[in-house]
């Protein structure tokens, strides 16, 4: 059986202050989802693509948490049965307990090796989940066979760099408007993702973020994409404490202000997209020949295979930064043991 990388526990999961959980950044991700500031992505799902009850008979629900999505779904009357799965048995028992009635069937499974019938669904919903799967091709591939021919794949996604490693420029910029800010909104714990923690805390994260879309795209074809930017804004906002502190008439200009720059520097291309929600359809059977599918089947697991000797990076530069903090590591814990003996 293969080896794969899973969340070592869903503690890390629904924790902390997101950006989203801001009023003002909610109506700007609705007017970048739909143009409309009080529209979210899945009532503007409902309306253009699900308009009477039950459109979707039978829909998955990839990586699916403590199961909120698959019951606003079911509860908006836009599936008719759900089928969710999650490697985290804390999360599932959750999602199982608030079920109710809803026709939800739940199960244990990692994403990195599952499989389905094929066109067992008509629907497939992808709430960042994406963004945690190791072998990302292998499973597009399983999807687009599982969608019905006229199905739909609909996702909201972190589709940003690998494993949260920003460039050098991009991290400047981040770093450079923070001091700028008025103290009162300055993010007092910006700190670059730092690999050797993001590894050991959840070894999913951002594993292959960067390369969800062109992944998607051997396989289905991406209709729509609608992206809700995040280069600046989530880095200033998420779990900035005293951005939550302040109160709504003092935060609202503030937040606004950093959310314009957001617009500009995304638009510019000078800070990356970290966040898009978009709408795929797969490509007509045999559309992909099969020599290529084996060969993209081959190169990701020959990409595993060097990243599990590169310590679980994906570059060169990963490794190295990994080595230097195990060697500092160890350096440390000599001098412990010598001031005891
Ligand atoms: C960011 S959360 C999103 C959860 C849910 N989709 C939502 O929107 O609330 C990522 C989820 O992916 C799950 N996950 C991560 N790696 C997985 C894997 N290999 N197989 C199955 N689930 C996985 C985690 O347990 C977690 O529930």
Redesign the pocket.
Same mark, same amino acid.
């Given at each position: 059986m293969k080896k794969?990388?899973?969340?070592s526990d869903?503690k890390v999961?629904?924790q902390g202050q997101y950006w989203n959980d801001l009023p003002e950044v909610q109506e700007y991700m609705c007017q970048n989802f739909t143009g409309d500031k009080n529209k979210w992505w899945t009532t503007d799902f409902q309306e253009r693509f699900a308009p009477s009850p039950f459109q979707f008979k039978r829909a998955l629900? !990839?990586?699916?948490?403590?199961g909120? !999505?698959s019951r606003e779904f079911i509860d908006k009357k836009i599936v008719k049965q759900a089928v969710s799965?999650?490697?985290?048995a804390d !999360?599932l028992a959750e999602a199982e307990s608030k079920k109710g009635k809803r026709t939800i069937q739940y199960f244990q499974?990692?994403?990195?090796t599952?499989s389905f019938k094929a066109g067992e669904f008509d629907l497939i919903v992808?709430?960042?989940?994406l963004h945690?799967?190791?072998y990302l091709n292998r499973l597009l591939y399983i999807l687009s066979n599982s969608l019905q021919p006229d199905g739909l794949f609909v996702n909201f996604d972190y589709i940003g760099p690998q494993r949260n490693q920003y460039s050098f420029w991009h991290w400047r910029r981040v770093f450079a408007f923070n001091q700028k800010l008025p103290s009162k909104i300055q993010h007092e714990g910006l700190h670059y993702p730092h690999l050797p923690t993001m590894l050991a805390t959840d070894p999913?994260e951002a594993i292959h973020s960067d390369q969800i879309l062109e992944t998607m795209s051997r396989y289905f074809d991406i209709t729509e994409q609608h992206d809700t930017n995040g280069g600046l804004a989530y880095h200033l906002l998420t779990h900035n404490k005293k951005v939550f502190a302040l109160k709504p008439s003092e935060r609202r200009s503030l937040v606004k202000k950093i959310l314009s720059m957001d617009q500009k520097l995304s638009v510019e291309y000078k800070v990356p997209i970290l966040f898009s929600y978009f709408i795929a359809k797969p490509k007509k059977q045999n559309s992909v020949p099969k020599h290529t599918i084996k060969r993209y089947l081959t190169q990701e697991n020959l990409r595993e295979k060097i990243a599990r000797l590169l310590m679980g990076s994906n570059t060169l530069m990963g490794f190295f930064v990994l080595v230097a903090f195990r060697l500092i590591a160890i350096l440390r814990i000599k001098k412990i043991v010598r001031k005891f003996l």
């Open positions: 794969t990388i899973v969340p869903a999961y629904y629900f !990839l990586c699916d948490g403590n909120w !999505l799965f999650d490697w985290s !999360l499974a990692d994403a990195n599952i992808n709430n960042a989940a945690h799967v190791q999913t």
